[in-house]
C-alpha cells in the first residue's frame, strides 16, 4: 500500500509538463559521491519546489495536504499586507518631515513613490534577515545532517518588520544570527525553541542598542539626500510622557503613524488575521483572548484614571505600537505558545494583560508586548502542564465516582 502511495505522489508531482523539466533537473542534480554531504541543502530546496515524495511506514497516522512549508508559505503570505502598507508608509512618514523631500515641505508625495521609496529601503533588510538567518540553519543542518527546518521563512520575514527602518544592517544581522543560534538552534532547531525567534532578534536589539528601540522617538527613515535620519514621537512615546497621543484614533487605525516598520497597521494586519483564521494556520482562542485580556487591563486602568496613560481609552491600546501585530502573527506561534485548548485561553489573556500593565505602570517600556509575548513564551509549557494535570485528576475523580456507583 505505501509503495502504491509513493508512486502516485511522484507521478502527481510531475503530472504537468511545465514542471517535467524542474523534477529531471532535480533528478540529475542530486549529490552524490564526494558531494553527498550536501544532501540536506539538495533536500531543502527540492521540497520547496515539489511535495516530498514520503509515506509512513510504521503506526497510524494522517497525512495531510499541506506540510510546515507551505503552512510557513501561508504566513508570509498574510503578513503581505502589513508588509505593504508599512513600506508605504515609510515613505508617506519621510515625506512629512523630510527637509530636503523632492516634494514641499509638509507635502505628502505620490502612493507609488512612498512605496517605491519604502521598498528601496525594505530591501536591504530582507534580503540581510534572509542571508543571514538561512545561511546558519543550512550551516547546523549540514553539520548534524538534518533535513533544514522551515521556520525560518517566517521569522526572516518578520524580523525586519518589527525594528525601526533605519536599524544598521550589521545590527540586524547580529540580531538575527543571535535569534537564529541562541534563540533556537542551540534547543535542537524548528519546534524545539521555546521563545519566539523574531522577539528575541528584537530583545536582543532592544536591550543592546536601547537608544534605537527604546520608543522614546522611534526612527523613521534616513533622508536619501544626504540630511541626518528623521525622528517622531509614537503615539505610545507620547503617552509614557504624559502627553495625549497627537494622532486621531482612525490614523491609528489605518496606520498612518510613526512606529516600528510594518507594525501601524491596524487594517493591514486584521486582513492576514482574516487569511490565518480561514486556513485554519492560527489559533483563534489565542487571538482573542489576547484582545479581551487587554481589553480589560485597560477597562481597570481607566477605572483608576491617575494618570493620562490611564485614563485613555482602553480600545487605544489595539491601535498604538505593535499589539494586535504581537496578537496575531507571534503569540500564535504554534511551537511557543500554549498547545491544549484552556492553555490558549489562558495563555493569550495572561499576554493581553501583561502587554497594557508593562506599558502602563513601566514607562521604561512603551512598547510591552514583547516582552509579555516572551514571557508567556516562557510559561506556556507549564500552562499545558497544569491543564492536562487537572484533566487528569478530573477524569481520575469521575472514573472512581462511577465504580462507586456501579458497586451500590
Known amino acids: 500500500m505505501s509503495k502504491k502511495l509513493g508512486v502516485r505522489s511522484e507521478e502527481y508531482k510531475v503530472k504537468s509538463t511545465a514542471f517535467k523539466g524542474l ?3 532535480f533528478e540529475t542534480h542530486k549529490p ?41 508559505i501561508m504566513v508570509v503570505i498574510a503578513l503581505v499586507p ?22 514641499e515641505l509638509g507635502s505628502v508625495a505620490s502612493w507609488w513613490y512612498c512605496l517605491w521609496f519604502g521598498f528601496l529601503r525594505m530591501l536591504p533588510m530582507l534580503a540581510v534577515s534572509y542571508i543571514v538567518g538561512l545561511g546558519i540553519e543550512f550551516t547546523f543542518a549540514q553539520i548534524r545532517h538534518h533535513e533544514v527546518n522551515e521556520g525560518f521563512l517566517v ?34 532547531g524548528t519546534g524545539m525553541n521555546f521563545l519566539n525567534p ?28 544626504g540630511t541626518d535620519a528623521i525622528t517622531s514621537a509614537t503615539p505610545l512615546a507620547e503617552l509614557a510622557a504624559g502627553v495625549h497621543p497627537s494622532a486621531s484614533a482612525l490614523d491609528m487605525l489605518i496606520g498612518t503613524i510613526p512606529g516600528s516598520t510594518c507594525e501601524t497597521s491596524v487594517i493591514a494586519v486584521a486582513l492576514g488575521a482574516t487569511l490565518l483564521l480561514i486556513t485554519g494556520i492560527a489559533s483563534w482562542r489565542i487571538m482573542l483572548s489576547v484582545i479581551l485580556g487587554g481589553g480589560l487591563m485597560g477597562l481597570l486602568f481607566n477605572a483608576i484614571g491617575a494618570n493620562e496613560y490611564m485614563q485613555v481609552p482602553f480600545y487605544y491600546h489595539y491601535l498604538m505600537g505593535g499589539f494586535m501585530f504581537g496578537a496575531v502573527f507571534m503569540a500564535t506561534d504554534p511551537v511557543t505558545a500554549a498547545q491544549t485548548n484552556t492553555g490558549k485561553w489562558i495563555y493569550g489573556l495572561l499576554i493581553g494583560i501583561f502587554a497594557v500593565m508593562l506599558r502602563v505602570i513601566n514607562p521604561a517600556y512603551p512598547e510591552g508586548m514583547m516582552l509579555s509575548i516572551l514571557l508567556m513564551n516562557c510559561f506556556a509549557p507549564l500552562i499545558d502542564h497544569c491543564v492536562v494535570a487537572r484533566n487528569i ?16
Not at 533536500?43 to 510557513?72: C, Q, W, Y
Not at 508617506?92 to 523630510?98: G, I, K, R, V
Not at 520575514?157 to 538575527?176: E, G, K, R
Not at 530583545?203 to 527604546?214: D, E, I, K, Q, V
Open 32 to 72: 552524490k559521491g564526494k558531494w553527498a554531504w550536501l544532501g540536506s541543502t539538495y533536500e531543502a530546496f527540492h521540497t520547496f519546489a515539489f511535495t516530498p515524495n514520503r509515506v509512513t511506514r510504521r503506526g497510524s497516522h494522517v497525512r495531510d495536504a499541506i506540510d510546515l512549508k507551505r503552512a510557513m
Open 155 to 188: 521569522t526572516g520575514f518578520i524580523i525586519p518588520m518589527i525594528v525601526p527602518v533605519t536599524t544598521p544592517l550589521w545590527q540586524l544581522a547580529l540580531a538575527t544570527a543571535f535569534a537564529v543560534i541562541i534563540g533556537k538552534e542551540v534547543f535542537g
Open 23 to 25: 523534477a529531471k533537473w
Open 198 to 225: 523574531a522577539l528575541v532578534a528584537r530583545a536582543f536589539l532592544f536591550f543592546a542598542y536601547p537608544t534605537r528601540m527604546s520608543g522614546d522617538n522611534v526612527w523613521v527613515a534616513a533622508d536619501l539626500w
Open 82 to 103: 502589513a508588509m505593504l502598507f508599512g513600506m508605504w508608509n515609510i515613505g508617506y512618514q519621510t515625506s512629512l518631515h523630510a527637509t530636503d523631500w523632492p516634494y
Open 393 to 408: 485528576k478530573m477524569r481520575q475523580h469521575r472514573a472512581l465516582k462511577l465504580s462507586k456507583t456501579v458497586k451500590s
